[in-house]
């Protein structure tokens, strides 16, 4: 298996509602990654998990919450979410020694 | 990181071969030079990396100078599925602080 798995694929919330994205690998990497892509704009990077822990959290807001649960599994929890945080959220892994990078197809978030 | 510079866009014809150069004058000595796709709506794709002199595989070849401020990514005999953002990026390949990306090159092919 060398996919990054993201779900959903498409997820529309109010800005009142709770909700969660899911991101699986079963490569082995030990390094997992939320990016932020906007609209005709690079992706930028949220947050790093290295062996479980996090390790960089780009001064994200709060009403982002990561979780490792497993080695294999990286959620992205939203709450209270802005309307100018509708984008394409990445998930990512890679080996800890940051070559080839490999990520998912994303999940387009729409917040109304 | 060391800061990467590449044309906003491009445009070819299929059949073409497509040069797209990256300028990255700060460059440090540890550092590698890779090249990423990004198909609309899909997460980035890695397509190759390099340290020095030519790197060739199965979609791309990459050349990098001897004084490795530049790099160009080679793309040959394209076809309208190649039309995707490419993305420089420069950096160590041990640690994982994650990839920072700059603005990238739109590449549009036409028939």
């Known amino acids: 298996d060398t996919e990054v798995t993201q779900t959903p694929k498409h997820l529309v919330m109010g800005m009142t509602n709770k909700k969660s994205l899911k991101c699986e690998q079963h490569?082995?990497?030990?390094?997992m990654y939320w990016y932020k892509q906007k609209a005709k704009k690079p992706p930028e990077l949220m947050f790093v998990?290295?062996?479980?822990?996090?390790?960089i959290n780009e001064s994200v807001p709060s009403r982002f919450s990561p979780e490792c649960p497993n080695s294999s599994l990286l959620n992205l929890h939203l709450h209270a979410l802005q309307p100018e945080d509708s984008a394409l959220y990445l998930c990512?892994?890679?080996?800890?020694?940051?070559?080839?990078?490999?990520f998912g197809s994303g999940t387009r978030l729409t917040v109304v | 990181l060391a800061k990467t510079t590449q044309p906003i866009s491009m445009d070819s014809y299929e059949g073409q071969e497509v040069n797209i150069t990256c300028s990255h004058n700060?460059?440090?000595?540890?550092?590698?030079i890779t090249w990423y796709q990004q198909f609309p709506s899909q997460g980035p794709r890695f397509i190759i990396q390099?340290?020095?002199t030519k790197v060739t595989n199965e979609v791309a070849s990459l050349f990098i100078p001897a004084d490795r401020k530049s790099s160009t990514l080679s793309l040959p005999r394209v076809s309208l599925s190649d039309t995707a953002v490419y993305y420089c990026?420069?950096?160590?390949?041990?640690?994982?602080?994650?990839?920072?990306f700059g603005k990238g090159t739109h590449l549009i092919i036409q028939p």
């Open positions: 990512a892994s890679s080996q800890d020694s940051g070559y080839g990078y490999t």
């Open positions: 490569m082995g990497h030990r390094a």
């Open positions: 998990y290295s062996y479980e822990k996090l390790s």
């Open positions: 700060n460059i440090a000595t540890n550092d590698y």
């Open positions: 390099g340290y020095k």
């Open positions: 990026l420069v950096g160590p390949l041990v640690g994982a602080d994650g990839l920072t």
